[in-house]
């Protein structure tokens, strides 16, 4: 059976987008006022699926396994990166390896019904480049099927070159959240459309816990082992229970 965003109620989650940003994350300061205003995107159909997975427009949400996949494509290869993931037409997309098929508000969501959200006692993001973040771990990592057989390398290893020592380990990601607007009426990751980054970007919903790259620009450029831009993949993404 299909619903709009109504089925949030039906899942334990808030009414509105805006809400929504309220339990995740604490809200911050609005974008810069030379920033054009631009209205959220709609979050796509929500889908029951059964057996409690769920659609959110393109991503498909497994509660029981608390993962979900998104698909998109390789955006960029060996130019300088600092971003791992955004929505089309992302602000940042001229530093991105993936392209996402998903907005900043649809990427969130999925992650709140995975059971993550951002610790309220914890103080915003930080600004570009700190040194570390805090936030709940996720596993981010990137398939794709050549020559008709699935491969599947960690998000870590998307970015960094083998030569670079590049290991599944390599990178923690955390689920920061973004932040909304003072009016709550834009999600930053809506307005900017960056999704998953290591340089610390306040704006992104999953980081890097260390920066990385910082003062080595352009040290970060995607591994060979991807397949070619414009390359269909999906980005997967599952929480870490703690202890395991």
């Not at 929504?20 to 609005?30: D, E, F, K, M």
């Not at 998104?70 to 971003?83: A, M, Q």
């Not at 700190?130 to 050549?146: F, L, P, Y």
């Not at 009426?185 to 790259?213: C, E, M, R, Y």
Request: with cysteine; glycine share 10%; aromatic share 6%.
């Amino acid at each position: 059976m299909k619903r709009r965003l109504a089925l949030h109620a039906t899942l334990g989650l808030p009414m509105a987008l805006g809400s929504l940003s309220t339990a995740a994350q604490t809200p911050t300061q609005a974008p810069s006022p030379a920033q054009t205003p631009v209205a959220a995107p709609p979050v796509g159909e929500v889908k029951a699926l059964g057996l409690e997975r769920f659609q959110i427009g393109r991503i498909v949400v497994d509660k029981r396994a608390r993962s979900f996949v998104v698909p998109g494509r390789v955006h960029l290869f060996d130019k300088p990166l600092e971003y791992l993931a955004s929505s089309p037409g992302g602000r940042k997309a001229y530093e991105t390896l993936l392209e996402l098929d998903a907005s900043g508000s649809e990427f969130n969501l999925a992650c709140i019904l995975i059971g993550l959200e951002r610790d309220p006692n914890l103080p915003p993001s930080k600004a570009p480049g700190a040194a570390k973040a805090e936030g709940q771990r996720v596993a981010v990592s990137v398939a794709w099927t050549a020559g008709g057989q699935r491969r599947q390398i960690s998000a870590a290893q998307a970015l960094l070159s083998s030569e670079a020592g590049a290991t599944g380990e390599a990178i923690d990601w955390i689920y920061t959240g973004s932040f909304t607007s003072r009016d709550g009426s834009q999600f930053a990751a809506d307005h900017t459309g960056s999704l998953i980054g290591f340089i610390h970007d306040p704006t992104t919903i999953i980081k890097s816990k260390v920066a990385i790259g910082v003062g080595a620009y352009g040290s970060v450029r995607g591994n060979p082992a991807l397949p070619p831009v414009g390359s269909a993949i999906e980005l997967l993404v599952e929480a870490v229970i703690a202890g395991k």
